[in-house]
């Protein structure tokens, strides 16, 4: 989608080809000329106007009422949960999902906050039926009060699949009579927008507050939004200054995060089918590889080889036959030819396509994985 062809310069060291995340992404050339020429003002008093125009774009585009820009997304999940959950509280969470895993128990250590979780199904859902039974009973002085019902969309463990609006519909259905809010952690919102090809607006409908990353696939260096109600934002911003995340000429880098939201050719949501096109591929290639193996556990629980209809965003997740031993040489074997994956929990190998990798790299990463399996065979 016309941003040339220099992986190197985009994700990582000269010549490498860094799969491990859609984190490694360097800023595009219209998000660095945007940050070169940001007005800016001290946000903490709320008076720089390109953070201002980034959160009211945020809000705009998910339907919520306003914005709130933060350092990462993991501040923004911790500031929704002290926003929406008083301290002894409980969430109820996908089994699988960042928060719980990801987070260094932040919602404990800060937020005060325990957690019931859930186990998600291959399509990354919490059985309703399931969410349901977790709920405890808040006539009851032993329990704690749920106060608070996680999404992760996409869910990255299921192939980093996305999660329909019709699940979200049933969610808040369902949750209706104890009046639960529900949080999307959306890091990687805008994959599951474009893979569904529906609207973030419709997409976070029926949850009360979302977060999602403008430094993943979006390609911006830096930063999440978090968007829900007005009220519910004033109360995280309050939680982000007492987590020391109130910045002050910080337009120069919401800049960047305009930048990857604009509707024209310079906004990087829409090149993300590009990646989901691209880590198709990767997986249709490597799948046909002997010792190339499902990735097990929930992304994909039966069956020995990975299949490649899993892969609906941009990661591919597999196992090489082996175990652990074997992964790490395959994992070292594959970065002396220049190809960077991650070791994944479950003994899973993961790669994740992004902004930078094309289908050369596609190409070579498919000949470098055949190779380094032959290597340690
Ligand atoms: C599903 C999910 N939520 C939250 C985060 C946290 O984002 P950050 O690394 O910006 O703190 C990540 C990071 O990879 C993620 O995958």
């Given at each position: 989608m016309g941003y040339g062809s220099d992986a190197a310069s985009r994700s990582g060291g000269a010549g490498l080809i860094d799969l491990r995340s859609d984190t490694v992404t360097h800023p595009t050339p219209e998000m660095r000329r945007a940050m070169a020429a940001a007005e800016v003002g001290d946000d903490v008093f709320e008076d720089d106007p390109t953070v201002i125009a980034l959160e009211e774009r945020a809000a705009a585009l998910l339907g919520k009422e306003a914005g709130l820009f933060v350092a990462s997304g993991t501040m923004g999940n911790l500031v929704s949960v002290m926003a929406h959950v008083p301290r002894g509280g409980e969430i109820i969470t996908p089994a699988e999902g960042h928060i719980p895993n990801d987070e260094a128990a932040n919602y404990a250590v800060v937020a005060g906050a325990g957690l019931r979780i859930v186990h998600e199904n291959a399509y990354g859902e919490m059985p309703i039926p399931e969410v349901l039974a977790a709920i405890q009973d808040p006539s009851d002085p032993h329990s704690a009060i749920t106060s608070l019902v996680i999404v992760e969309n996409c869910h990255a463990h299921t192939f980093s699949r996305p999660i329909t609006p019709e699940y979200m519909r049933e969610l808040r259905t369902a949750l209706a009579p104890q009046r639960i809010p529900i949080h999307v952690d959306g890091a990687r919102l805008f994959n599951a927008v474009v893979a569904l090809g529906v609207s973030a607006r419709d997409l976070v409908a029926d949850a009360d507050s979302a977060t999602f990353c403008l430094s993943k696939g979006l390609a911006a260096p830096i930063g999440s939004v978090v968007v829900g109600s007005k009220d519910f934002i004033w109360k995280a911003r309050r939680a982000r200054k007492l987590l020391g995340g109130g910045m002050r000429q910080v337009g120069v880098l919401a800049a960047a995060g305009l930048v990857a939201l604009a509707?024209?050719?310079?906004?990087?949501?829409?090149?993300?089918a590009d990646d989901h096109t691209n880590a198709r591929r990767l997986a249709t290639e490597i799948?046909?590889?002997?010792?190339?193996?499902s990735p097990g556990h929930?992304?994909?629980?039966?069956?020995d080889r990975l299949d490649p209809s899993r892969v609906t965003t941009n990661f591919v997740l597999f196992k090489v036959a082996g175990g652990p031993e074997r992964r790490a040489r395959f994992l070292d074997a594959l970065a002396q030819r220049g190809v960077l994956m991650v070791a994944y929990p479950h003994g899973q190998i993961r790669a994740v396509t992004h902004y930078g990798i094309g289908d050369a790299e596609i190409s070579a990463t498919a000949a470098a994985t055949a190779a380094a399996l032959a290597e340690t065979a």
């Open positions: 509707d024209g050719p310079e906004g990087t949501i829409r090149r993300l799948s046909t590889l002997a010792d190339v193996l929930i992304a994909q629980p039966e069956g």
